[in-house]
């Protein structure tokens, strides 16, 4: 099991800690043994109870709010999934960057998270796989979502799906009918950060999945995603990563920085 692949336990107990928002190269399960943690993932909130379970996709922005909580934390790399379930198991799973799913029947969750966690305690986790699938397919359950998406989430939506192409803050202000001042606001109230620093985020994450699952050279995918040339592409994606584009596709390097911000810090640039 390499690196990428490496499946890793935490076990916390916060006490009404909060986190910024943030994203992870990894796949994150969450499982509340006692108190309560509030999750802001993708614009949606959820409030997740003792004996309930939640996945955050790689590269979805979310912030957590912990209230005297106990927490296991399961994370393992991106590839972990594609090496191990096949199509079929896989596809239960949320597709990338989606929002978080909810995990129901609470007594199966225990029985299976504490089978995961004997697994990775004992046995490295080299058979883990054995206890997400189970997971997947006996206890999944789609989170119910708004019959009709809050601003933010329109907003986060459309520059996702448009995220291919150079997005202008006006051409996203029309599509969801506000002036591109009020959506300033709604990002710095929510993110602390500017609608543009949030567009180069989503173009950014768009980049990486395409270094992770296609053979195309960083000048394709720097063209292909209208960046100014490779080398301000380089030099972007480095600032996120802290890794070159070049680094960050190799199976064997490790990238399981614990979170990365949306907006990178300008030191390392």
């Given at each position: ?10 076990t ?30 993708d ?7 003792s ?12 912030r ?28 239960n ?27 990775i ?77 949030y567009?180069?985020?989503a ?67």
């Open positions: 099991m390499n690196k990428q692949e490496r499946i890793v336990l935490h916390s107990y916060f006490v009404n800690k909060c986190y910024k928002y943030h994203f992870h190269l990894h796949y994150e399960i969450i499982y509340v043994s006692g108190g309560m943690v509030k999750i802001f993932s614009g949606h909130e959820t409030t997740i109870q004996g309930t379970v939640c996945v955050i996709p790689p590269f979805s922005p979310h957590l709010e912990y209230v005297d909580a106990s927490v296991r934390r399961i994370t393992f790399g991106i590839s972990y999934l594609n090496k191990y379930l096949s199509r079929d198991a896989t596809d799973f949320p597709a990338l960057y989606a929002t978080h799913v909810t995990l129901s029947k609470k007594a199966k969750i225990k029985e299976i998270i504490d089978s995961l966690v004997e697994e305690n004992l046995y490295k986790g080299e058979s883990a796989y054995i206890y997400i699938y189970k997971l997947i397919s006996e206890c999944v359950s789609l989170p119910e979502m708004e019959s009709e998406p809050n601003l933010i989430v329109k907003i986060m939506q459309y520059i996702g799906k448009n995220s291919k192409h150079k997005i202008m803050l006006d051409d996203v202000a029309k599509e969801c009918g506000v002036t591109k001042y009020h959506i300033c606001r709604l990002f710095k109230k929510e993110f602390d950060i500017t609608p543009v620093d567009i180069t985020f173009r950014i994450r768009r980049a990486a999945f395409m270094l992770i699952n296609t053979n195309y050279s960083i000048t394709k995918i720097s063209n292909d995603l209208q960046f100014y040339s490779p080398k301000y592409f380089t030099k972007l994606f480095k600032s996120y990563f802290d890794d070159s584009p070049s680094n960050f596709r190799k199976l064997d390097n490790p990238l399981l920085k614990d979170r990365y911000f949306l907006k990178p810090d300008k030191s390392s640039q």
